[in-house]
């Protein structure tokens, strides 16, 4: 069948019945919470256990069971590829993985597919697991991949049940309240594990710095902790900044990130209380600094920059252009310290940040939003996922809710990498439907979607170099031959979900090129 | 290693020649993606070339017109009788008054700073064919340069800057202008004869390549001291020069000065005035400090107020400040506005004398401020971005 996004989806894919994607905001989800086993507990529990064996064994974890991690450490953490070796190590088999995140540093994830201690993966891929996953036949069924809230959403909805949630935790008491931004080795919030905690049949929680009571913030509480281990190491903070967290040199980035600034500067949002999210590319970086350069020559002050947190946002907040930083990460150990330190850097859990099945989540009190894509096509679909080439590479992340929650979002993307044009008839996958993005920033010039003709007079007056996608497509197709195509295969390897759960479009195998 | 061309970097490729019937070999990381288009560039230049020799190529991201220079690059370094590619090249010829706030300089030999160049709104982007590409690189600089030209819209002009005639600027001639660049500069110019032997050969090429002769523009660098003393002579040594640029490092170096607004006083006047006399522009030194926008910003202002039309810029992220320095200011334009609707209103109550807040306006000030509306008129009209 055909979804809204225009994509052709299956009815039915492995074991799901699908809901095909309707609009961004079409969808009402009128099912109630799904409900955790409820557990009584003595005063003063002794919940300490010898290791992470003892801790899987305690939970009851069997064959075909869910195990769920976060990603706050990212490409650092050590904890999955420990837990998976002891889950094999104890003969399980069938696991569903269900981290927000794989990094490659999860490479080993691979080994645990080939011998059958995992056969089902949810949650993003970033890098060699993808790939993997991308060449078909490996899991017993498609990968699911969901946004920061659509995650969320899903595990408070039922869509997925938690057997066992491990939680890795810098700092943590032996009655199981935990935090992300202090320790030996803090790698900032780790609420991204409150709603597994809160809803996992068993809540496990793994730190190298055990304390004695109380630990806060309390990201992780006692409430919801059934054991508590220690271990060696769990993460080394310095890989929190990815690649894709520097500050571009390049000066066709810095051109894209000068008109992004230039273009928010022109828009009827740039004003006092003016809020915005930058991701966490380069471009993005560049342009945070530079509309922080604009907002103090205006002596505009805005209400809150959204996170993740940033050396850039956070300079933002103490020359005082922002009045708070709302994060539900942190990208780099700069922001680590600031919620430390700052009172108006206020952590916020994934729910809170993006659940679209709420009374409001905070994307939604955004006024702009620059993030960005591997590829566009001329309706402003935007792909997050997969290559030009149809492998499967990275995860949503927050694109989705950002998108659909800000009041204008942009698209930062070069519209030429090395051979490869950028803007397409049609995106390999869609991640996010064009409905809900604004403006597509490339060095050629800024195009504007359609339904936003007051966006484009503003930035015409304002002496921008407004343009059509199309004009720019050709533009650069001028200077590359065509590329090979890939021939798609009838495998779903994954399914996209939309943060309201419906799928926006599937990742089928490569059979051919064209 | 003999015959192996280009430079093992994002945007570019390298290409050497194998022996004959060794046919064509594509290296890239994506050969499923890019291999098919790669495979189609390099056969093509192998047909316009023809010459029947192999090629290995193993490609960075290069754009098609980087892989075409490369292999066209690499063949005629092994076959010097080889003659250049000739390709169809659409541009307009540009107003000799139009704006040229900025001169984007970028090297000749590097496909990773030069592929995109035209996207910043420079008002000239300036390709280099001179202290940017080392002697072992000239011919593959100005093959590449060609192809770029060929290849690429650019919204403002596009020039070359080629080496002096007495290095290789005449071979620089003959290939830069099958792209068709508005202009050509020529480095360390030092008399009118220098630009008299520039303009004869761009005249014999036009002729040969079928285009209108005179169409290529003349921008002289002075950046020695003859250059400076002889500035009024190279200024009006031909109608194809639109303006004269001031080159600071060669000339301190030179005359043994070091580098400051005070010690480069002399030379930037003798520049604009020389100039003005000839009634073309002036545009100033480069500013090679990046990351100093407010040493720029300062440099700028004394440029102008010394008569400069606009300064050369090494980095895209200079030219912001650049254009913002040599565009009239708001302020400017409306006091320009209020001088000639004040002459009108004289001119229309029959009297001689222009008054404006009980000062009289002479007759300089009155053209100066129809000048700057009208630049502004152009500036709008898309001779130059506000980026």
Redesign the interface.
Known sequence: MRNAAGREIPERIGSRDVRPFAGAFATTNEGGKAQRPQKVAPRQEEKVLPSIEAAIEASGLTDGGTISFHHCFRDGDRVINQVLDACARRGLKDLRMFATALFPTHKPVIDHVKNGVVSRIEGSMNGPVGAFVSQGGKLAEPAVLRSHGGRWRAIEAGDVEIDLAIIAAPQADPYGNATGTRGKTPCGPIMFSAVDAQYAKRTVVVTNDLQPYPVYPMEIQQGWTDWVVEMDEIGDPNNIVSGTLQLTRSPTNLRIARLTADAVVASPYFKEGFSFQGGAGGISLAATKYLGDEMERAGIVGSFGMGGGTKMLVGLLHKGLIRAILDGQAFDLDAVASIREDEAHVTIDPGLYANYDSRGCATYMLDTAFLGATEVDLDFNVNVNTHSDGRLLHGIGGHQDVAAGAAMTMITIPALRGRMPMIMDRVTTVTTPGEVIDVVVTERGIAVNPKRDDLKERFLDAGLPVRTLEEIKTEVERLVRPLGKPVFGDEVVAVIEWRDGTVIDVVRTVEGWA | MSGRVGIEE??DCLVEPVPAGGGLDVITK?E???????R??AEETLKALGISVGVRLT???????VIAARIEAALRAEDASASPITLPVDREASDRHRPRRSRLYAPGNRPR?L??IE???ADCVLLDLEDSVPPSEKLSARILVKHLLA???FEGEVWVRINPLDVCGSEDVREILIGRPHGVCLPKAESADDIERLARLLTERETELGLPSGSTWIMPILETAKGILHAEEIAGADPRIVALAFGAEDYTRDVGALRSLRSLLFARSAIVAAAAAAGVQASDTVFSDIEDDEGLAEECVAARELGFDGKGSI???QL?TIHAAFSPSPEELEQAHRVVAAAREAEAAGSGAVALDGKMIDRPVLERARQMIRYADLLRAGGG???
Do not use: C, E, I, Q
């Not at chain 2, 499923?32 to 790669?38: A, R």
């Not at chain 2, 490609?59 to 017109?65: E, I, V």
């Open positions: 994002k945007g994506n499923l993606l890019l291999g098919p288009g790669l189609v560039v490609d960075f991201g290069a754009l098609d017109y700073l592929t995109g996207v910043h709104g290849a690429t819209r980095n895209p992220r912001p971005s506000d980026a």
